[in-house]
């Protein structure tokens, strides 16, 4: 079974920088979208961001959109989602995901449905 682990995490003040990385074991069928998803407690999953592996094309939700960057190193099965001017409310366990169904699937929205998650790893944003 695929395995995602994710790494980078951490606390920051508002208006800091963290980075994600996501390591899946192997690559996820023909064109896998990979993405990431936040789940605070005492809310719902949201999902952030995407990135369709066969183009690069990117997606992110409207609450990150200029702030997070999506990207992506097929040669070693690695995505990294850069945050940059962190605000308190991005504090939330941050999910790595991914899926085989392809660009037609592949959306910031879609990843808490993905077929594959990791652990996740705390971001912490304090004001």
């Excluded at 990135?51 to 939700?61: E, Q, R, T, V």
């Excluded at 991005?90 to 592949?106: I, V």
């Amino acid at each position: 079974r695929v395995q995602l682990v994710e790494s980078g995490g951490g606390s920051v003040q508002a208006g800091g920088s963290l980075r994600l990385s996501c390591a899946a074991s192997e690559w996820i069928g023909s064109g896998p979208c990979m993405g990431w998803f936040r789940q605070a407690p005492g809310k719902e999953r949201e999902g952030v961001a995407a990135i369709y592996s066969g183009d690069g094309s990117a997606y992110y939700a409207d609450s990150v959109k200029g702030r997070f960057t999506i990207s992506q190193d097929n040669a070693n099965n690695t995505v990294y989602l850069q945050m940059n001017g962190l605000k308190p409310e991005d504090t939330a366990m941050y999910y790595c995901a991914a899926d085989a169904r392809g660009s037609w699937y592949c959306g910031p929205g879609a990843t808490t449905t993905f077929g594959y998650s990791g652990q996740g790893t705390q971001v912490t944003v304090s004001s």
